[in-house]
Structure formats: C-alpha cells, structure tokens
C-alpha cells in the first residue's frame, strides 16, 4: 500500500514558541524549517510513501519543501491545525478518493524511512490508527485507510482523543524516529541523541554557536 503524507506547518514566524528556553526568537524559524525539511526529505525515501503534501501559507517553507518533492496545498481554512489537515486530506482526496492518507508531524528531524515504513505497514491493517509521541500524550501519526476519513483531533491530549474517535494505538517498538517529535529543549536534545537529518544538524549546530 503506497501512503500519500499530509504535513502541517504553520507559519515559521510563530512555530516553535515552546521552544524560547533554548532557542532566541531570530533561530526559532530556522529550526522550525530545517525540523520540516529532514522530515520530509526522510518521508519521501521512505518505500510505503507515494508522495507528500505540505499544508502551509510560509512562502519560504513552500518553496523550500516544494524543492525536495513535497506537494504544496495552501491552508486556506487558517483556522489551526485540525482545520489544516481536514482540508489538505479533502485536496488529496479530490484526485484520489480511495487513496490512503496519513497525517504527519512536521517536527521529527530524526525521522528513518524504515521505520516509518514499519507504522504505515501497521496502520494499513486498521481503518484508522494512530501513534503516540514520545511523551505518550500526543501523536506525531494518524493514519486512514482507503475511503475513510481522517478525522484529526491533534493539539493537547490527542492521544486520548485519537482513542475516543475510534482509532487503533499502534504499539510498536523501534520507532522511536517515528514518534520523536521536537516541542521543548529536551525534546531536541532526545532528537539529536537519535540521530538527526543534515538540516537540522546544521541548525543545531548555529543553535550552539548562537548564530542565526
């Protein structure tokens, strides 16, 4: 089963905010874009994915995803993430109404293409599912088969929401690329032990000499 990856990412201006206590406002974005640049340069190498689709009105975050491959979709409801993803996957499924969706976090710059094969492999076995992040709170992958919706319900707490709406938990271990999403300080510290993307390290990297 070949996957088409919906992405989100706000405006670079205002993403990463949780993370001020290790990166100044002026490094904020570029981390924000190099975060979404490893993830998608890795979802696209990954074999069980088809093709990606970045929802965002960041005109350098649409230029730069779009030069890796990613489909760009405008987020045209503005009105925050569940919004975002309800109408990319609508935009996919215009074209291709039986095609199986995933809705994918934009922040996981250690993301491995085989491992992200393994939890799409797993997730086909169930109309909807889902995994959680690191911290067992969040997800950073829903995913609906063919012909179902992908009903989102990101932000705090999503993993118990995922539950109450009827999506299987994937509990799958050696995923950990998969489900390290990058919020906080510690979150991008988990990361960079994993393994992370040459953007990012590049990033992190200007993060520690204090250059932006």
């Known amino acids: 089963m070949q996957w088409t ?37 890795a979802a696209l190498a990954c074999p069980a994915v088809k093709d990606v689709a970045v929802v ?15 489909h760009i979709v405008p987020d045209q409801p503005e009105d925050g993430l569940n919004a975002a993803l309800a109408h990319a996957a609508a935009v996919v499924r215009s074209s291709r109404p039986e095609s199986p969706l995933a809705a994918l976090n934009a922040d996981l710059p250690a993301l491995r293409p085989l491992e992200l094969a393994r939890v799409l492999d797993s997730a086909a076995e169930f109309p909807r599912a889902f995994l959680p992040d690191a911290a067992e709170i969040g997800t950073t992958l829903l995913a609906a088969g ?10 705090s707490d999503s993993r118990d929401r995922h539950h109450e709406s009827g999506a299987e938990e994937l509990c799958l271990d050696g995923v950990d690329s998969v489900r390290q999403d990058v919020d906080t300080g510690a979150d991008l510290r988990a990361a960079l032990t994993l393994g992370v993307g040459p953007r990012t390290a590049a990033a992190a990297a200007r993060l520690l000499l204090g250059k932006p």
Do not use: C, I, W
């Open 5 to 41: 990856l919906v992405v989100p990412l706000k405006p670079l201006a205002r993403a990463k905010s949780r993370l001020s206590d290790t990166a100044a406002d002026g490094l904020r974005p570029g981390l924000a874009l190099a975060f979404a640049q490893d993830t998608v340069a």
């Open 146 to 155: 063919p012909g179902r919706e992908l009903l989102p319900a990101f932000g």
């Open 56 to 70: 965002t009105n960041d005109a350098l975050a649409g230029r730069e995803l779009g030069a890796l491959g990613a």
